[in-house]
């Protein structure tokens, strides 16, 4: 089945220890991507990457580090989470250059700092 | 800058109506647009893709549309089923390439039995 996996679903954490959250797809998707989501602020883009080694900043990139050493997984890093970074994270996918190529979507990591 | 508006930001109906949720946008030069669903807690499953050259796409019972020129699109739903409460999203992608999507904020919808 094509999909999009995070793990862990959900994570509760405490102020300045480093986590990383897995994301891996199995679509041979060259486009993958990191957001969050909060309450009245929607969903914001914390970086991408177009192809493995390739790699740049969304819109919220503070606070967050990434890596694609392979084409299906690109991790997100957090080397010092503080409680701001509370959120609904999503890890999503695409072919490159499609325009007819939808986005495809984890299921979410839910993240508590406290 | 891109923006994506979605209104209502909630709606209600009974079982069986049709309906029809909005999403507007600034910037008329998009690439494509996108209709996603989120269920509560959970991640966003793409109902419909409109390339920048088309003005609809079908699946079962919804239906999105696309007007550049006014920047809108609506998602129809025929005949709603509780089934179908969730969030509804609408996002535009200006480009190609590592161009991002642009998500509004989502329709929040509950069908009543």
């Known amino acids: 089945e094509a999909q999009v996996t995070q793990n862990p679903r959900y994570l509760i954490t405490v102020t300045g220890k480093k986590l990383t959250v897995t994301c891996s797809q199995n679509m041979n998707h060259e486009y993958m991507s990191w957001y969050r989501q909060d309450p009245g602020l929607g969903l914001r883009q914390i970086y991408y990457s177009m192809n493995v080694e390739v790699t740049d900043k969304g819109d919220v990139p503070e606070g967050y580090k990434v890596s694609r050493k392979e084409k299906r997984n690109f991790p997100l890093i957090l080397e010092s989470p503080s409680p701001n970074q509370t959120s609904l994270y999503f890890c999503?996918?695409?072919?490159?250059?499609?325009?007819?190529?939808?986005?495809?979507f984890g299921n979410g990591t839910r993240l508590t700092v406290t | 800058k891109q923006e994506v508006t979605q209104i209502p930001a909630a709606l209600s109906v009974p079982e069986g109506e049709n309906l029809v949720l909005n999403c507007s946008f600034t910037?008329?030069?998009?690439?494509?647009l996108q209709w996603f669903r989120q269920d509560p807690g959970k991640g966003l499953t793409s109902l419909l893709l409109i390339q920048s050259s088309q003005r609809e796409q079908t699946s079962g019972r919804l239906n999105a549309s696309l007007d550049k020129s006014s920047g809108r699109s609506t998602l129809y739903i025929a005949a709603s089923q509780p089934g179908d409460s969730a969030t509804y999203l609408c996002?535009?992608?200006?480009?190609?390439?590592?161009?991002?999507?642009?998500f509004g904020k989502g329709t929040r919808l509950s069908v009543i039995a």
């Open positions: 910037d008329s030069a998009i690439y494509n």
């Open positions: 996002a535009v992608r200006r480009g190609s390439g590592n161009t991002p999507l642009v």
């Open positions: 999503a996918s695409s072919l490159l250059d499609r325009e007819n190529s939808p986005l495809h």
